[in-house]
Protein backbone atom coordinates (compact mmCIF):
# COMPACT_ATOMS: atom_id res chain seq x y z
CA UNK A 1 0.00 0.00 0.00
CA UNK A 2 2.81 2.29 1.24
CA UNK A 3 4.45 2.27 -2.21
CA UNK A 4 1.72 2.55 -4.12
CA UNK A 5 1.09 6.21 -2.17
CA UNK A 6 4.83 6.72 -3.34
CA UNK A 7 4.15 5.74 -7.01
CA UNK A 8 0.93 8.33 -6.67
CA UNK A 9 3.51 10.99 -5.57
CA UNK A 10 5.67 10.84 -7.87
CA UNK A 11 2.82 10.65 -10.49
CA UNK A 12 1.72 13.74 -9.26
CA UNK A 13 4.59 16.09 -9.10
CA UNK A 14 5.73 15.39 -12.25
CA UNK A 15 2.02 15.86 -13.34
CA UNK A 16 2.18 19.48 -11.38
CA UNK A 17 5.60 20.34 -12.77
CA UNK A 18 4.29 19.23 -16.93
CA UNK A 19 1.44 21.76 -16.01
CA UNK A 20 3.73 24.46 -15.44
CA UNK A 21 5.98 24.31 -18.19
CA UNK A 22 2.70 23.69 -20.87
CA UNK A 23 1.77 27.22 -19.02
CA UNK A 24 4.96 29.34 -19.01
CA UNK A 25 5.20 27.60 -22.79
CA UNK A 26 1.53 28.73 -23.43
CA UNK A 27 2.24 32.40 -22.41
CA UNK A 28 4.32 33.16 -25.08
CA UNK A 29 2.12 31.10 -27.65
CA UNK A 30 -0.93 32.82 -26.66
CA UNK A 31 0.97 35.80 -27.85
CA UNK A 32 1.73 34.54 -31.05
CA UNK A 33 -1.41 33.27 -31.67
CA UNK A 34 -3.27 35.96 -31.42
CA UNK A 35 -0.47 37.40 -34.51
CA UNK A 36 -0.76 34.41 -36.46
CA UNK A 37 -4.74 34.40 -36.08
CA UNK A 38 -5.18 31.09 -34.49
CA UNK A 39 -8.33 31.60 -32.41
CA UNK A 40 -11.83 31.42 -33.63
CA UNK A 41 -15.33 31.53 -32.53
CA UNK A 42 -18.04 29.14 -32.14
CA UNK A 43 -21.30 29.82 -31.81
CA UNK A 44 -23.79 27.87 -30.11
CA UNK A 45 -27.70 28.69 -30.65
CA UNK A 46 -30.27 29.26 -27.80
CA UNK A 47 -33.64 28.53 -28.53
CA UNK A 48 -37.27 29.29 -27.35
CA UNK A 49 -39.47 26.54 -26.55
CA UNK A 50 -40.53 26.60 -29.66
CA UNK A 51 -37.10 25.50 -31.28
CA UNK A 52 -36.76 28.66 -32.61
CA UNK A 53 -33.12 30.66 -31.99
CA UNK A 54 -33.36 33.33 -30.31
CA UNK A 55 -29.31 34.22 -29.50
CA UNK A 56 -26.30 32.49 -29.82
CA UNK A 57 -23.07 32.35 -27.63
CA UNK A 58 -19.77 33.19 -28.81
CA UNK A 59 -17.07 30.58 -27.82
CA UNK A 60 -13.56 30.98 -28.01
CA UNK A 61 -11.46 28.29 -29.71
CA UNK A 62 -7.50 27.93 -30.28
CA UNK A 63 -6.29 26.82 -33.25
CA UNK A 64 -2.70 25.32 -32.25
CA UNK A 65 -0.71 24.04 -34.95
CA UNK A 66 0.92 21.14 -32.74
CA UNK A 67 -1.85 20.45 -30.18
CA UNK A 68 -5.16 21.19 -32.36
CA UNK A 69 -8.26 22.90 -30.76
CA UNK A 70 -7.38 23.62 -27.43
CA UNK A 71 -10.18 24.53 -25.00
CA UNK A 72 -10.77 27.56 -23.25
CA UNK A 73 -11.02 26.18 -20.14
CA UNK A 74 -7.52 25.44 -20.58
CA UNK A 75 -6.23 29.04 -21.44
CA UNK A 76 -8.62 31.68 -20.06
CA UNK A 77 -8.19 31.20 -16.96
CA UNK A 78 -3.76 31.76 -17.56
CA UNK A 79 -4.54 34.76 -20.08
CA UNK A 80 -6.07 36.15 -17.33
CA UNK A 81 -3.36 35.42 -14.89
CA UNK A 82 -1.40 37.19 -17.45
CA UNK A 83 -3.08 40.13 -18.39
CA UNK A 84 -3.65 38.82 -21.95
CA UNK A 85 -7.50 38.45 -21.81
CA UNK A 86 -7.43 42.39 -22.34
CA UNK A 87 -6.27 41.77 -25.90
CA UNK A 88 -7.79 37.82 -26.15
CA UNK A 89 -11.21 39.84 -24.55
CA UNK A 90 -10.80 42.90 -27.63
CA UNK A 91 -10.26 40.16 -30.19
CA UNK A 92 -13.54 38.18 -29.27
CA UNK A 93 -15.41 41.20 -29.63
CA UNK A 94 -13.70 42.38 -32.96
CA UNK A 95 -14.75 39.21 -34.21
CA UNK A 96 -17.95 38.86 -32.96
CA UNK A 97 -19.06 42.42 -34.58
CA UNK A 98 -17.80 41.42 -37.65
CA UNK A 99 -19.32 38.27 -37.72
CA UNK A 100 -22.90 40.44 -37.20
CA UNK A 101 -23.84 41.52 -40.17
CA UNK A 102 -24.00 37.55 -41.39
CA UNK A 103 -25.39 36.76 -37.81
CA UNK A 104 -28.28 39.30 -38.81
CA UNK A 105 -28.94 37.70 -41.96
CA UNK A 106 -29.49 34.51 -40.74
CA UNK A 107 -32.58 36.57 -38.18
CA UNK A 108 -30.58 35.76 -34.91
CA UNK A 109 -31.08 38.79 -32.98
CA UNK A 110 -28.49 38.76 -29.88
CA UNK A 111 -25.48 37.64 -29.90
CA UNK A 112 -23.76 36.67 -26.06
CA UNK A 113 -20.25 37.10 -25.50
CA UNK A 114 -18.54 36.22 -22.19
CA UNK A 115 -16.66 38.73 -19.92
CA UNK A 116 -13.92 38.18 -17.77
CA UNK A 117 -14.16 39.80 -14.91
CA UNK A 118 -10.42 41.50 -15.73
CA UNK A 119 -12.17 43.31 -18.31
CA UNK A 120 -14.52 44.80 -16.19
CA UNK A 121 -12.53 45.90 -13.51
CA UNK A 122 -10.62 48.26 -16.60
CA UNK A 123 -12.21 51.81 -16.03
CA UNK A 124 -11.40 52.08 -19.77
CA UNK A 125 -13.19 49.13 -20.69
CA UNK A 126 -16.50 50.76 -21.95
CA UNK A 127 -15.52 53.31 -23.89
CA UNK A 128 -13.11 50.71 -25.46
CA UNK A 129 -15.99 48.63 -26.49
CA UNK A 130 -18.06 51.87 -27.95
CA UNK A 131 -15.33 52.67 -30.24
CA UNK A 132 -15.04 49.05 -31.58
CA UNK A 133 -19.55 49.26 -31.91
CA UNK A 134 -18.79 52.54 -33.80
CA UNK A 135 -16.19 51.02 -36.20
CA UNK A 136 -18.06 47.83 -37.43
CA UNK A 137 -21.43 49.86 -37.28
CA UNK A 138 -23.25 47.34 -34.28
CA UNK A 139 -25.58 48.81 -31.71
CA UNK A 140 -24.77 47.46 -28.14
CA UNK A 141 -29.20 46.23 -28.16
CA UNK A 142 -27.81 43.16 -30.45
CA UNK A 143 -25.30 42.29 -27.44
CA UNK A 144 -25.92 40.50 -24.26
CA UNK A 145 -22.72 40.62 -21.72
CA UNK A 146 -22.43 37.28 -19.64
CA UNK A 147 -20.41 37.58 -16.50
CA UNK A 148 -20.00 34.83 -14.38
CA UNK A 149 -21.66 34.83 -10.88
CA UNK A 150 -18.31 34.95 -9.11
CA UNK A 151 -17.38 38.39 -10.13
CA UNK A 152 -19.97 40.24 -7.98
CA UNK A 153 -19.13 38.07 -4.94
CA UNK A 154 -15.90 39.81 -4.68
CA UNK A 155 -16.10 42.68 -6.48
CA UNK A 156 -19.63 43.93 -6.27
CA UNK A 157 -19.47 47.80 -5.53
CA UNK A 158 -16.54 48.05 -8.58
CA UNK A 159 -18.69 45.33 -11.22
CA UNK A 160 -21.81 47.53 -10.22
CA UNK A 161 -20.88 50.55 -11.38
CA UNK A 162 -19.34 49.85 -14.43
CA UNK A 163 -22.34 47.45 -15.14
CA UNK A 164 -24.66 50.26 -14.62
CA UNK A 165 -22.74 52.05 -17.81
CA UNK A 166 -22.97 49.08 -20.39
CA UNK A 167 -26.78 48.60 -19.66
CA UNK A 168 -26.88 52.16 -19.17
CA UNK A 169 -25.82 52.48 -23.10
CA UNK A 170 -27.82 49.82 -23.85
CA UNK A 171 -25.83 46.07 -23.54
CA UNK A 172 -28.06 43.09 -22.46
CA UNK A 173 -26.21 41.73 -19.00
CA UNK A 174 -26.35 38.15 -18.37
CA UNK A 175 -25.28 36.08 -14.97
CA UNK A 176 -23.52 33.11 -16.35
CA UNK A 177 -23.28 30.05 -14.22
CA UNK A 178 -26.14 31.42 -11.98
CA UNK A 179 -26.48 29.35 -8.88
CA UNK A 180 -22.39 28.45 -8.34
CA UNK A 181 -21.02 31.83 -7.00
CA UNK A 182 -22.18 31.44 -3.30
CA UNK A 183 -23.16 34.82 -3.65
CA UNK A 184 -26.23 37.04 -1.69
CA UNK A 185 -29.59 36.99 -4.06
CA UNK A 186 -29.67 40.97 -2.91
CA UNK A 187 -27.65 41.70 -5.90
CA UNK A 188 -30.06 40.41 -8.12
CA UNK A 189 -32.37 43.56 -7.44
CA UNK A 190 -29.43 45.80 -7.21
CA UNK A 191 -27.54 45.38 -10.40
CA UNK A 192 -29.17 45.70 -13.80
CA UNK A 193 -29.77 42.57 -14.97
CA UNK A 194 -32.09 41.26 -17.93
CA UNK A 195 -31.03 37.36 -18.18
CA UNK A 196 -29.80 34.66 -15.61
CA UNK A 197 -28.09 31.11 -17.06
CA UNK A 198 -28.74 28.51 -14.89
CA UNK A 199 -25.52 26.80 -14.56
CA UNK A 200 -25.16 23.28 -15.96
CA UNK A 201 -24.81 21.54 -13.08
CA UNK A 202 -28.08 21.99 -12.16
CA UNK A 203 -29.63 21.09 -15.38
CA UNK A 204 -27.69 18.43 -15.58
CA UNK A 205 -29.33 16.95 -11.89
CA UNK A 206 -33.13 17.81 -12.63
CA UNK A 207 -36.10 15.07 -13.15
CA UNK A 208 -38.36 13.35 -10.95
CA UNK A 209 -36.52 12.95 -7.22
CA UNK A 210 -33.29 14.48 -8.84
CA UNK A 211 -30.97 15.91 -5.99
CA UNK A 212 -31.07 19.53 -7.41
CA UNK A 213 -34.78 19.79 -8.97
CA UNK A 214 -35.71 21.51 -5.85
CA UNK A 215 -32.69 24.05 -5.91
CA UNK A 216 -33.40 24.61 -10.00
CA UNK A 217 -37.44 25.35 -9.08
CA UNK A 218 -36.78 27.65 -6.97
CA UNK A 219 -34.10 29.81 -9.04
CA UNK A 220 -36.60 29.42 -11.82
CA UNK A 221 -39.24 31.05 -9.26
CA UNK A 222 -37.16 33.42 -8.11
CA UNK A 223 -36.30 34.61 -11.91
CA UNK A 224 -40.06 34.81 -12.50
CA UNK A 225 -40.78 36.67 -9.38
CA UNK A 226 -38.39 39.28 -10.52
CA UNK A 227 -39.01 39.23 -14.62
CA UNK A 228 -35.64 37.83 -15.29
CA UNK A 229 -35.19 36.25 -18.59
CA UNK A 230 -34.16 32.40 -17.66
CA UNK A 231 -31.33 30.28 -20.16
CA UNK A 232 -31.06 27.02 -19.44
CA UNK A 233 -27.32 25.97 -19.75
CA UNK A 234 -26.48 22.25 -21.01
CA UNK A 235 -29.77 20.71 -21.15
CA UNK A 236 -28.49 17.38 -22.81
CA UNK A 237 -31.71 15.14 -22.20
CA UNK A 238 -35.18 14.89 -23.38
CA UNK A 239 -36.29 14.81 -19.50
CA UNK A 240 -34.38 17.60 -18.96
CA UNK A 241 -36.16 20.05 -21.56
CA UNK A 242 -39.77 19.00 -20.41
CA UNK A 243 -38.92 19.10 -16.42
CA UNK A 244 -37.49 22.65 -17.50
CA UNK A 245 -40.50 23.39 -19.34
CA UNK A 246 -42.93 22.18 -17.00
CA UNK A 247 -41.29 24.94 -14.28
CA UNK A 248 -41.91 27.71 -16.53
CA UNK A 249 -37.89 27.93 -18.51
CA UNK A 250 -38.28 29.47 -21.68
CA UNK A 251 -34.84 29.45 -23.00
CA UNK A 252 -32.86 26.44 -23.54
CA UNK A 253 -28.98 25.58 -24.80
CA UNK A 254 -27.07 22.36 -24.35
CA UNK A 255 -25.51 19.20 -26.68
CA UNK A 256 -29.53 18.06 -27.06
CA UNK A 257 -30.28 20.93 -29.09
CA UNK A 258 -27.49 22.13 -30.70
CA UNK A 259 -23.53 22.15 -30.11
CA UNK A 260 -21.33 25.29 -30.49
CA UNK A 261 -20.39 25.50 -34.44
CA UNK A 262 -18.36 27.91 -36.69
CA UNK A 263 -20.27 30.62 -38.84
CA UNK A 264 -20.34 28.73 -41.73
CA UNK A 265 -22.42 25.91 -40.21
CA UNK A 266 -24.55 28.10 -38.36
CA UNK A 267 -26.40 28.98 -41.90
CA UNK A 268 -26.77 25.67 -42.74
CA UNK A 269 -27.69 24.14 -39.50
CA UNK A 270 -30.84 27.04 -39.97
CA UNK A 271 -31.61 25.68 -43.17
CA UNK A 272 -31.88 21.83 -42.07
CA UNK A 273 -33.69 23.34 -39.49
CA UNK A 274 -36.35 24.52 -41.80
CA UNK A 275 -36.64 21.67 -43.34
CA UNK A 276 -37.77 19.34 -40.95
P1 LIG B 1 -19.60 28.99 -20.29
O1 LIG B 1 -19.69 30.45 -20.59
O2 LIG B 1 -20.41 28.47 -19.14
O3 LIG B 1 -20.01 28.26 -21.66
C1 LIG B 1 -20.73 27.06 -21.73
C2 LIG B 1 -19.81 25.89 -21.93
O4 LIG B 1 -20.59 24.68 -21.88
C3 LIG B 1 -19.12 25.87 -23.30
O5 LIG B 1 -17.86 25.25 -23.13
C4 LIG B 1 -20.05 24.97 -24.11
O6 LIG B 1 -19.41 24.37 -25.22
C5 LIG B 1 -20.42 23.95 -23.07
N1 LIG B 1 -21.69 23.30 -23.35
C6 LIG B 1 -22.72 23.74 -24.09
N2 LIG B 1 -23.75 22.86 -24.09
C7 LIG B 1 -23.36 21.82 -23.31
C8 LIG B 1 -23.99 20.59 -22.91
O7 LIG B 1 -25.12 20.26 -23.27
N3 LIG B 1 -23.27 19.79 -22.07
C9 LIG B 1 -22.02 20.12 -21.65
N4 LIG B 1 -21.39 19.27 -20.84
N5 LIG B 1 -21.40 21.27 -22.00
C10 LIG B 1 -22.07 22.12 -22.82
P2 LIG B 1 -16.53 25.85 -23.77
O8 LIG B 1 -16.82 26.40 -25.14
O9 LIG B 1 -15.45 24.84 -23.61
O10 LIG B 1 -16.21 27.10 -22.84
C11 LIG B 1 -15.87 26.91 -21.49
C12 LIG B 1 -15.83 28.20 -20.74
O11 LIG B 1 -14.77 29.04 -21.23
C13 LIG B 1 -17.08 29.04 -20.91
O12 LIG B 1 -18.09 28.55 -20.05
C14 LIG B 1 -16.56 30.41 -20.53
O13 LIG B 1 -16.54 30.56 -19.13
C15 LIG B 1 -15.15 30.37 -21.06
N6 LIG B 1 -15.08 31.08 -22.36
C16 LIG B 1 -15.36 30.64 -23.60
N7 LIG B 1 -15.20 31.61 -24.53
C17 LIG B 1 -14.82 32.71 -23.85
C18 LIG B 1 -14.50 34.07 -24.22
O14 LIG B 1 -14.57 34.48 -25.39
N8 LIG B 1 -14.11 34.92 -23.21
C19 LIG B 1 -14.06 34.53 -21.90
N9 LIG B 1 -13.68 35.41 -20.98
N10 LIG B 1 -14.38 33.27 -21.51
C20 LIG B 1 -14.75 32.38 -22.47
CA1 LIG C 1 -21.26 31.85 -20.98
CA1 LIG D 1 -22.16 29.07 -18.09
CA1 LIG E 1 -18.33 29.01 -16.89
Redesign the pocket.
Known amino acids: AKRRGNDNFEWFTSDINEKVERHVLMRHEIQEALKNEQFSLVY ?1 PIFDSNKQITSV ?4 RWHHPEQGVI ?3 EF ?1 SLAEHTGQ ?1 IPL ?1 RW ?1 FEQVCRDMPELQALGIPTIA ?4 PLQLSRSRFCSDLEVILDTYGVSPEQLVL ?1 I ?1 ENVLVSELTNASSMLNELHRIGFKIAI ?2 FGTGYSSLRYLQELPIDILKID ?1 SFVNDVGEGKKYEGITRAMLAIAQELQLRVVA ?4 TEDQLTFLKNHHCLYF ?4 LA ?2 MPLTNLQSFLQNQSVN
Open positions: QEALLSPIIIGVVNLSETDDKEGVEQGYLKP
